[in-house]
């Protein structure tokens, strides 16, 4: 007859917990989203590839490894914006792309927002002498967008100590916010807006009456909110 066996409980947490009474916020709730200001603080800290890669985080929603494998072949112009084709990744400190992501529905066509144009078009520019809004193709369709320090390829160690270094200074560490900031994490400013706009537009619809207001008026109510969502 065998003994059975208890699981025993590690000494030390092997990542520690967020601490939810820095935000007032119940036992266990998770870390919330980093406030877009403060995020755009620690981008303006950062060099300007980190700088880029806070932003698509932040304003774009990408993951850490779609914002890492984003090659200059995905980066296209047409209606007057500029459009991100999220079709690869990179996992951790690997240089090889992926030619998938995460999910079937995160292979997916993006509008760059206007807030974030002018600062890719910029980068483009200056790293890899391509204006996207010229119409020509660039030199190296497969390279790397975000361009690591000393021509060294960036990854999400290396990047997200970058992060945690400016948080220092900024006084935003976890001993004053409660939580870890990172890459993944700043993904969440983006979605928590696009949550509040879909939860606005859901109150907006309780006070419609399609009688008075037309049958469309649902679809109208719908634009608005994708057209925020998007940044237009």
């Known amino acids: 007859m065998s003994k059975s066996t208890k699981g025993s409980q590690p000494t030390e947490p092997l990542t520690t917990p967020d601490d939810p009474s820095k935000w007032d916020g119940p036992e266990f709730e998770p870390f919330p989203a980093l406030p877009l200001l403060d995020a755009f603080r620690l981008a303006e800290e950062l060099e300007p590839p980190r700088r880029l890669a806070v932003y698509l985080a932040v304003l774009m929603g990408l993951r850490p ?11 296209s112009y047409k209606e007057n914006r500029v459009w991100l084709n999220i079709k690869r990744s990179r996992a951790g400190s690997e240089l090889e792309i992926q030619d ?7 292979n997916r066509i993006l509008p760059v927002p206007p807030v974030l144009q002018d600062a890719l078009v910029g980068y483009c ?38 992060i945690r270094e400016v948080l220092e200074r900024l006084d935003l560490t976890r ?21 509040n706009a ?18 469309d008026v649902f679809e109208k109510m719908a634009e608005v909110a994708r057209a925020f969502i998007s940044g237009r």
């Open 65 to 75: 490894g779609e914002l890492l494998g984003l090659q200059l072949d995905v980066i």
């Open 100 to 106: 998938y992501v995460k999910t079937k529905n995160s």
């Open 125 to 162: 520019t200056e790293f890899h002498d391509w204006d996207p809004l010229s119409g020509s193709k660039p030199d190296k369709p497969d390279a790397l967008l975000l361009v690591g320090p000393y021509g060294v390829h960036e990854t999400g160690y290396s990047c997200n100590r970058a």
């Open 175 to 195: 001993e004053h916010l409660g939580g870890y900031v990172t890459l993944q994490h700043l993904r969440r400013t983006c979605l928590s807006y696009i949550q």
């Open 198 to 215: 879909m939860e606005l537009t859901s109150l907006l619809a309780e006070e419609v009456n399609p009688d008075e207001d037309g049958p």
